[in-house]
């Protein structure tokens, strides 16, 4: 899955997808290959992949339905462009714009609600990791999520996405990104949800993609810097 963040044009926007769907063709491979733009390019996305295997979504959506919220876009909205993924909880939505997590739980279920899937990011600081911290943040973060029926919290998807690992080049080894990732099952599977697909987000690039992907509970990637490039994105979707 890429995460373009604020990034793209319509015309870069345009050669990217061409580049993607000249590769990935109409068929769907045994992995689900998403890329998340801006909101403004989803008319875009959907004009441009709709008979492709390329799928897309948005980054953020609002918890409201509708009303008086200036420079909000809703679920529905996102409907109305077909997407079927959204990101919920990036950190840089944490750390930014001061998403707390009973923002995320608001957002995850106003996802659900549309039918759309969240993508429900967690990730600890670097001091936090420093200190030790890392499961009980990712516990924090993922608490009353957990607490979701279990047939709705079944069709989320996570993302595991260290924050001192974001856009530094320095990805989480597979075996740290695995640690976690074992910790994440666990907990869903006491919710009765082990099959929720965990996806590792961090400086993932062409180079090490694979390994990541080697490991057991590692079922996929957010990719950033690297979702921008075709041929690095299209490798990792090989991988
Ligand atoms: P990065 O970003 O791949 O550029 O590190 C990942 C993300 O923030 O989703």
Request: with cysteine; glycine share 8%.
């Amino acid at each position: 899955m890429g995460n373009w963040k604020m990034n793209g044009s319509l015309a870069s926007n345009q050669q990217l997808l061409e580049q993607l769907i000249a590769s990935l063709g109409s068929a769907h491979s045994h992995s689900d290959v998403v890329v998340c733009a801006p909101y403004p390019y989803l008319a875009q996305l959907q004009q441009m992949l709709a008979n492709s295997a390329v799928e897309w979504g948005a980054q953020n959506l609002s918890a409201e339905p509708q009303g008086a919220f200036t420079g909000e876009v809703s679920a529905q909205m996102l409907n109305d462009f077909a997407c079927k993924w959204v990101l919920v909880g990036h950190s840089e939505r944490r750390a930014l714009y001061g998403e707390t997590d009973a923002d995320v739980l608001a957002k995850t279920q106003a996802a659900l609600d549309a039918g759309i899937t969240p993508v429900v990011c967690v990730g600890e600081t670097e001091s936090e990791q420093a200190a030790g911290q890392t499961e009980n943040v990712i516990l924090q973060q993922l608490q009353s999520i957990l607490k979701l029926d279990s047939a709705l919290l079944s069709r989320i998807v996570v993302a595991y996405e260290p924050v001192w690992a974001i856009g530094t080049g320095k990805s989480a080894t597979p075996e740290q990104a695995q640690a976690v990732h074992a910790y994440i099952r666990q907990l869903l599977a006491q919710h009765n949800a082990p099959k929720v697909r965990i996806l590792y987000g961090g400086s993932v690039n062409a180079a090490n993609a694979a390994d990541l992907f080697l490991m057991p509970d590692i079922d996929g990637a957010l990719v950033g810097g690297a979702s921008l490039q075709a041929a690095d994105f299209l490798s990792i979707a090989a991988a």
